[in-house]
């Protein structure tokens, strides 16, 4: 008969938790690394008075903010190339639905996270509880079903020892590479504290590993193929080259053929910068090298990418080519109506160098990719140059850039700035350029830069974040203060919403609601943002000019706690250099002329008159 320990179900979760781990590079260590808490009625007796006895197995860290500890949580994992995650717990009500928009940024990056929000009594002994939510129609609803759209796995837990089967289940979603994504286990508060005898073989210690698809050997001999009678090819590198860590095969197969390499915003690091074949960034954001590739191949090989519309210029960018696409999700494989290579990227790239053997592009295409590489980087050098007395975002990139060093990770989210980013971060290595791009959510900076730090401690970590998105969600920076984890926030003052700003008035709106300037207001606010992130405990200053930028930054470097650099920004200047199209409908019916034209422009490239 098998031996059984007695404990609360909130006490069982955690100690299984604990008792997961991953092998990374040789090394055995904890798959999670450990939970977020906001403790409130609804899970600070069960799940608080078990993770206090855990602290020494399975930290606990205490948030500002449900959905910014959910976003640290988030990039931890991301840092982390999707081998290891984070929990996060929260009461019910509104600590849960906090937690909603970081969940569904996890579920559109496919990035793990676990979590576990309180919720409402599986007795209904007291309804209705506190914050709870009741449906007419439906008395099973809770606000926890929120998150049943943004989870690749979700479960509510009415009886402890139903996690015996949900949080094996929960452990095949986070670690799958298919599947991979948020994990939502609602805990009714009241089945937390009850107890259960469990199985000591549930606490079993389990190292998973990371699966790699081979790939099918038709679909991997017809990729080959294609390639050898290819006379333009061109891989287009995602964040599945990350999550495989496949970048040395890429960096070898891309040198060994010639083949040209663009990256998305998930793949930007795939190679460094200055490697030959790299041709940086693609699509909307892309460099004028990468899109000019993009335009003369005549095959498409997508790489470990969703195929998001800034990457394929809303579809526009690689119209009427041959398209491959290596990915290990069969729904991603066969977007666009690609030829599939169902595999993972490192397995894939692997058996493809094989079947290649010798084979390479002609001199005609490598030289034409290295005349567009050098064409641009003397873009770069005048985007990034001083020189404005209000800088553009491109100045401030470049001084942070050459003050950052090879070994720093850049975090950034929404806005005008990861467009910039993407066109002119130059990255050194891979795990150096960190930008959510999938959901584009301001607010993820900060917190995303904690999130970073906990992962790799040994990166400087450089958050760049605009005034708007600063103001959204910017609490965790008084937790990275708290916990010792330093990082530093350049933070670009343009006095509103700049990016949609221009947005706005490039589909022919009038400016209106987005800069402070053309909102409504009786007396325009002065935040002085520098006091303001003294007062949640980093050290900060503000300085005019990239001069001034570049030495506060060596000073920043200096110091043995967060940081924060504030500088005003032009609103208007962006780098006209590279870009694509980006299919942003315009109203059929205004009264502006601007609106009228720029609806006729609309029309002229839907209809596919022109590119």
């Known amino acids: ?103 569904a940024l996890a579920h559109v990056n496919r990035l793990p996270v676990l979590f576990l929000p309180g919720d409402v009594y599986a ?63 609602c805990l009714c508060q009241d089945v937390q504290a009850e107890a259960f005898d469990y199985p000591d073989s549930f606490f079993a210690a389990k190292t998973w590993s990371q699966r790699r698809v081979r790939p099918d050997k038709g679909e991997l001999a017809a990729l080959a193929e294609a390639i050898r009678h290819a006379k333009a090819p061109l891989i287009v ?17 891309a040198a060994r053929t010639g083949i040209p390499v663009a990256e998305t915003q998930a793949g930007k690091g795939a190679l460094a910068w200055d490697h030959p074949q790299a041709l940086g960034s693609i699509g909307v954001t892309g460099t004028s ?16 990418t ?40 490192r397995a894939v790239l692997e058996e ?56 720093a990770t850049v975090v950034c989210a929404a806005g005008g700035l990861p467009g910039e980013l993407h066109k002119l971060w130059r990255s050194h290595r891979p795990g150096g350029y960190h930008v959510e791009y999938g959901f584009s959510c301001m607010g993820y900076e900060v917190a995303g830069g904690l999130g970073v730090k906990m992962a790799e401690p040994e990166r400087d970590v450089y958050v760049m974040v605009g005034d708007g998105s600063y103001l959204m969600l910017n609490s965790e920076l008084a937790t990275s203060a708290m916990l010792g984890r330093k990082i530093t926030v350049i933070l670009l003052d343009n006095r509103g919403y700049g990016c949609i700003n221009r947005l706005q008035q490039g589909t022919g709106g009038r400016p209106f609601n987005n800069l402070l300037a053309d909102s409504a207001h009786e007396a325009l606010p002065e935040i002085d943002f520098a006091a303001h992130a003294r007062s949640l405990g980093a050290a900060a200053e503000k300085v005019s000019g990239i001069g001034e930028l570049e030495a506060a930054l060596v000073r920043a470097k200096a110091s043995p706690k967060s940081y924060v650099v504030v500088i005003d920004t032009d609103p208007m200047i ?34 596919g008159d022109r590119k």
């Open 1 to 103: 008969m098998s031996k059984t320990v007695r404990l609360t179900m909130a006490q069982a979760l955690t100690r299984y938790l604990a008792a997961q781990s991953v092998k990374i590079g040789g090394a055995t260590v904890p798959y999670f690394g450990g939970v977020w808490a906001i403790f409130g009625h609804g899970n600070v007796a069960g799940m608080g008075e078990a993770l206090a006895g855990m602290t020494g197995e399975l930290p606990t860290y205490r948030a500002h903010n449900e959905q910014g500890m959910a976003h640290a949580a988030i990039a931890f994992a991301k840092q982390s190339r999707r081998q290891r995650a984070m929990a996060c717990t929260s009461s019910i009500g509104p600590g849960a639905t906090n937690m909603v928009t970081a969940a």
């Open 237 to 253: 590198a995602g964040g599945g080259v990350m999550y495989s860590r496949a970048e040395g095969a890429l960096a070898a197969l």
């Open 306 to 345: 969703r195929l998001q519309d800034f990457t394929t210029g809303s579809r526009t960018l690689f119209a009427g080519k041959r398209l491959f696409q290596v990915n290990v999700a069969q729904h991603d494989a066969g977007k666009h109506a690609a030829e599939p290579v169902l595999g993972d990227a």
């Open 352 to 407: 493809l160098g094989d079947a290649l053997g010798d084979w390479g592009v002609s001199s005609d295409w490598r030289d034409a990719n290295a005349a567009a590489v050098g064409a641009w980087n003397a873009v770069w050098d005048a985007a990034t140059a001083a020189g404005n007395a209000v800088p553009s975002d491109a100045q401030v990139i470049g001084a942070v850039w050459r003050q950052a060093g090879e070994d």
């Open 289 to 304: 090298a990468a899109n000019a590739a993009a335009e003369a191949a005549d095959l498409v090989i997508g790489l470990g």
């Open 123 to 185: 007795t209904r002994r007291p309804d209705p509880v506190l914050q709870q939510i009741e449906d007419f129609a439906d008395a099973t609803v809770s606000a926890n079903d929120c998150f049943k759209p943004v989870s690749r796995y979700f479960d509510r837990i009415t009886r402890p020892e139903q996690i015996l089967d949900a949080l094996p289940r929960a452990m095949a979603a986070l670690t799958d590479p298919a599947a991979c994504g948020p994990v939502t286990l």
């Open 574 to 607: 962006t780098t006209e250099a590279g870009g694509h199209w980006w299919d942003v409908a315009v109203p059929e019916i205004s009264p502006r002329a601007e609106v009228q034209a720029a609806r006729r422009e609309y029309e002229d490239r839907i209809s």
